[in-house]
């Protein structure tokens, strides 16, 4: 089971860290990612990291400016995003995979496991 939480309203250019918190006690085994979903638009992706040590993965429109972290001994992770932009307004979902393959972690399903989303909303 998955947690997501602290998103809100930021205006741009703030900053928002989001957490997701895992049930079970093999999270550190699990890639973990982070997708979005704006209004009328189809879910993608933002970033990924897989397990302990495995690398992160972002999209382009994300990248230098979020980070994906995790903790394993607190099964947390997070999503750190900086210099938020208007279009970063979305619905932010975390997700877990317990097997997929570098070339196929932007691919949503591949993911198993999907927390009830946290709305982050950016004000121009």
């Known amino acids: 089971q998955l947690q997501a939480c602290g998103g809100g309203l930021a205006q741009a250019g703030d900053s928002l860290r989001l957490s997701c918190a895992a049930s079970g006690r093999t999270f550190s085994t699990y890639t973990m990612a982070w997708f979005r979903q704006a209004p009328e638009k189809e879910r993608e992706f933002v970033a990924a990291?897989?397990?302990?040590?495995?690398?992160?993965f972002y999209a382009d429109s994300v990248k230098g400016r979020f980070t994906i972290s995790r903790d394993n001994a607190k099964n947390t992770v997070y999503l750190q995003m900086d210099m938020l932009k208007p279009e970063d307004t979305a619905d932010y979902y975390c997700?877990?995979?317990?097997?997929?393959?570098?070339?196929?972690?932007?691919?949503?399903?591949?993911?198993?496991?999907w927390g009830r989303g946290t709305l982050v909303t950016v004000s121009s």
């Open positions: 990291i897989k397990r302990s040590g495995g690398g992160t």
């Open positions: 997700a877990a995979s317990s097997s997929v393959i570098n070339s196929q972690v932007r691919n949503s399903e591949m993911y198993y496991y």
